[in-house]
């Protein structure tokens, strides 16, 4: 027993080296069991081996080094299953992933990369991506092996016109019929699609669908009349006077219009009934000659008709055209049997008929042919000149006075050929 200031004390120097040992005995298992706690176990996983690495490292890169185990460019590692002061017994893991060559096949046009990892990593190192509507031939999530080919198959775009609207569908190959399918498109009975449905899409086509319905009408519809114009030889040249006056008729129609989209497309006449036919307007112009000049025929055969106002009285027709002269050895025969001689014309006699009776006056009224005899065959009748009469002169000179102009032929008789 120690005394201290009057009391006693149970602790010596024996005991206090015991607790002094103690303490330090406490000191240096904890010490122990500190390094023990701080170091743990990770696996490598690299170039096909396992890599055992004890460790108090908590950077994966400096447990690498540990294993002796460097990564390149285009490696990667997955450390997914990396905790530090975990065991390597429950699944403690570093997973080295060296690149390899790997070919992109992206709807023929290719890429070669080189990577490690996953699907996912080669499309992102060649800037790729695939779309949910593209297809490919592995999952994004597959790991790369080895001269591994990735091929794309990219879905193209086609646009659907309907209903006035437009729509989209991503496919990658089908018929019209598969994309209406796709966008729950239904046709009605009529309705129409371009192209048609069996028809195999590519990139660019465009479908439209075309709503189509029939419908029945009824229309009254104005019939227009005609203008018909005549010529009469008791109507002077250069005047005119309506014969009858025009009235337009009516008619009930029956259509079947082909609506489109709401438009009429295309109408079909069924059925039509005239209500009130048109009258056509008859307009007479005159052929009639105004004689300005009075003087003799220049005709040799005498007129055996009557005339007023320098017109023969008994007209069957009035042809107007140009005439040319004509003059030949006195004696000579004409196509028709009958001498050249003045008073007998040619003619085309598919027009005027040999032995039709005549009387030619010029359309300016000034000179007078007169009485004459369809006896000849022009030669206009062929070549296409556009003469309608030749008339016959005694001399040359007559002829070439008389030159070409344009006449009234007022038809007196018909003959028989």
């Known amino acids: 027993m120690v005394k201290t200031e009057g009391k006693y004390s149970a602790f010596t120097p024996a005991s206090g080296r015991i607790l002094a040992m103690l303490f330090l005995a406490i000191f240096v298992v904890g010490t122990i069991l500190a390094s023990a706690m701080s170091t743990y176990t990770v696996n490598v996983e690299a170039d096909g081996a396992v890599i055992k690495v004890t460790t108090s490292e908590q950077s994966a890169q400096k447990i690498l080094d540990q294993a ?7 490696d990667s590692l997955d450390s997914s299953n990396f905790f530090v002061g975990k065991s390597a017994r429950k699944g403690n893991k570093l997973i080295v992933k060296r690149a390899i060559p790997i070919t992109i096949d992206d709807g023929g046009e290719i890429y070669e990369v080189m990577i490690a990892g996953t699907v996912s990593d080669a499309l ?28 794309i198959t990219r879905a193209f775009t086609v646009d659907v016109y ?90 009930t129609v029956v259509y079947r219009d082909k609506v489109v989209n ?99 006056v010029t359309t300016d009224g000034k000179y007078t042919y007169g009485y004459c005899i369809a006896a000849d065959t022009g030669g206009f009748a062929y070549n296409g000149s556009g003469i309608t009469i030749d008339l016959y002169f005694d001399t040359y000179n007559e002829c070439i006075q008389w030159g070409s102009r344009e006449v009234a032929i007022y038809v007196l008789k018909w003959g028989n050929g």
Do not use: W
């Open 68 to 74: 002796g185990v460097t990564l390149g460019e285009k």
């Open 124 to 151: 992102a190192e060649a800037g790729l991506k695939c779309r949910p509507a593209d297809k490919m031939n592995y999952k994004e999530t597959d790991p790369l092996v080895a001269d591994m080919t990735i091929k």
């Open 162 to 251: 309907v209903d006035g609207k437009q729509l989209e569908a991503e496919f990658l190959s089908g018929t019209v019929s598969d994309v209406l399918s796709k966008l729950g498109i239904k046709l009605g009975a009529e309705d129409e699609v371009s192209p048609s449905m069996n028809t195999e899409l590519k990139a660019g086509n465009s479908i439209n669908v075309y709503r189509v319905t029939y419908e029945e009408r009824t229309a009254v519809e104005t019939i227009r009349y005609e203008t018909i114009y005549k010529t009469s030889a008791d109507v002077y040249k250069g005047e005119t006077k309506v014969e009858q006056e025009g009235k337009n008729g009516s008619k």
């Open 262 to 360: 709401g438009k009429v497309a295309k109408s079909t006449k069924l059925s039509e009934k005239v209500d009130s036919a048109a009258v056509n307007k008859i307009v007479v112009s005159g052929t009639k000659v105004k004689m300005l000049v009075t003087g003799s025929q220049l005709s040799a055969i005498p007129m055996p008709y009557p005339l007023k106002d320098g017109i023969p009285t008994n007209v069957i027709t009035t042809i107007v055209g140009y005439s040319t002269a004509y003059y030949s050895t006195p004696g000579k025969g004409t196509a028709s049997g009958r001498l050249a001689q003045s008073g007998h014309v040619a003619v085309d006699p598919r027009q005027i008929p040999y032995g039709s009776e005549l009387y030619v």
